[in-house]
Structure formats: C-alpha cells, structure tokens
C-alpha cells in the first residue's frame, strides 16, 4: 500500500512539473517583445564590492536581445543568434565564439525548450505564480564556463542569476517589464 501512495504522489508531482515546464515554456513562446528597466550585480572573485549597473533590456522575437547599460558607462550587448556584439562610444566587436551563449540567452526569453535541453538539466520549482529554472550544463563546452544559471519569474522571466565555473557571478533583475506591447 505504501509503495503505491509513493508511486501516486511521485506520479502527481511529475505530472504537475510538467505542466508547470510547459506553461512556462508556452507563456514564452507567445511572447514577442519584453521591454524593461534592469539592474546588474556581477561578483568578480578577485574585487571587493560587486560593480552594479543599470540600464534598458529589450528582446524581440525576430531579432534577439540588445542589453544597453546606461549607469555607470553607457554601453549595448546585442545578443542574436548569429552571436554576440559589445558596442560602446569607441567600437563596436563582435564577440569570437559567442554563437552558442547567443542561441542559449534566446532560448530562455523565446521558450526554445528543444534548444536549452541540448545544453542543460532544468530544475523546475514552484507554481504558475512563482516559478524558478535552474540550469546545470550537460554540454561540455558550456559546463567549461557556466556552473548554473538560475531563472526566477511570473508571467515572465523577472531576474536571472549565472554562476561562472572560475567563482564570478552575475545576477540580472527586470523592473517595470512589459511584455508584447
């Protein structure tokens, strides 16, 4: 009797994470534009205090990601799925080898599951109110840089934490967002 009151609520807990994956995932995929206000706190092992930054974050389905950070130095990431692309008043560079960060920062924001599961294990915890990812690499080549990247969110994705394999991090809060106007 017990064994299958185990087996019913591990079946029913199983069930409910996978609706929940795949609400989140559909909710994403319906999601054309995010516009927001951010904040970002990166940790570099080897400084005292983190460096904070402040800025605007659009994504659009089609053409990708562009982070433009406007405190304390102005600067743009433009993140598509051709790579990535740092611009600030002196040069814009294309980032070498940055195609596949690329595909996987789109995936989160596009609800590409197929793409984000070639490269990770998804964790998935919580409700349709409050949910939380945490991707821990199964590719080599990410597991190389990344240790785990956490993503928190509602409706959609509201902050995003990534923890880098030499100890730095980098956490990403989302303020005022809004999505598909």
Do not use: C, M
Request: proline content about 2%; charged content about 20%.
């Amino acid at each position: 009797v017990r064994f299958f009151l185990l087996l019913t609520v591990v079946s029913f807990s199983t069930s409910t994470l996978a609706t929940l994956q795949d609400t989140i995932f559909n909710k994403a995929k319906d999601t054309e534009s995010i516009n927001s206000l951010f904040i970002q706190e990166r940790k570099i092992s080897v400084l005292p205090l983190p460096l904070i930054s402040t800025g605007k974050f659009q994504f659009h389905y089609q053409e990708g990601l562009l982070l433009e950070t406007l405190e304390p130095v102005q600067s743009r990431i433009i993140i598509s799925k051709k790579g990535i692309q740092a611009e600030d008043k002196f040069a814009k560079t294309e980032i070498k080898g940055s195609s596949q960060l690329g595909k996987i920062l789109l995936s989160l924001f596009s609800g590409d599951l197929a793409s984000l599961e070639a490269y990770f294990f998804i964790v998935i915890k919580g409700d349709v109110n409050k949910w939380n990812l945490l991707l821990k690499p199964k590719n080599r080549l990410v597991a190389a840089q990344i240790a785990s990247i956490s993503v928190e969110g509602k409706g959609s994705v509201e902050s995003i934490y990534l923890v880098e394999t030499n100890g730095d991090s980098s956490s990403l809060k989302f303020i005022s967002s809004r999505v598909n106007l």
